[in-house]
């Protein structure tokens, strides 16, 4: 093989490789660019999920608010009943 077979051979490999390289560059450039998408995606749907949380903690909360209050007007009204019954067997 002369100096000029062997210069061309490795030319065209030269530029074997420059064209897989360039195939390479532009599945890798898909890829990164799916998994950008990929990745908003999944922080609009956390950001989403934060927001419902923290409006079911506040139901949550008021639910208890709520809870509490019915407990106490319960607790009161049957310790008034409770009186006025006694009372009356009482006077009976």
């Given at each position: 093989?002369?100096?000029?077979?062997?210069?061309?051979?490795?030319?065209?490999?030269?530029?074997?490789?420059?064209?897989?390289?360039?195939?390479?560059?532009?599945?890798?450039?898909?890829?990164?660019?799916?998994?950008?998408?990929?990745?908003?995606?999944?922080?609009?749907?956390?950001?989403?999920?934060h927001?419902e949380?923290?409006?079911?903690?506040?139901?949550?909360?008021?639910?208890?608010?709520?809870?509490?209050?019915?407990?106490?007007?319960?607790?009161?009204?049957?310790?008034?009943?409770?009186?006025?019954?006694?009372?009356?067997?009482?006077?009976?």
């Amino acid at each position: 093989m002369d100096i000029n077979e062997s210069i061309d051979t490795l030319h065209e490999r030269t530029q074997q490789s420059k064209l897989e390289f360039s195939r390479h560059e532009a599945v890798c450039q898909e890829r990164y660019e799916q998994l950008l998408k990929s990745m908003e995606i999944m922080s609009k749907n956390i950001s989403e999920m934060h927001k419902e949380i923290n409006e079911l903690k506040l139901m949550a909360t008021s639910g208890r608010i709520s809870l509490k209050t019915l407990l106490w007007v319960g607790s009161v009204s049957g310790a008034v009943i409770g009186i006025v019954l006694a009372i009356g067997n009482y006077f009976k």
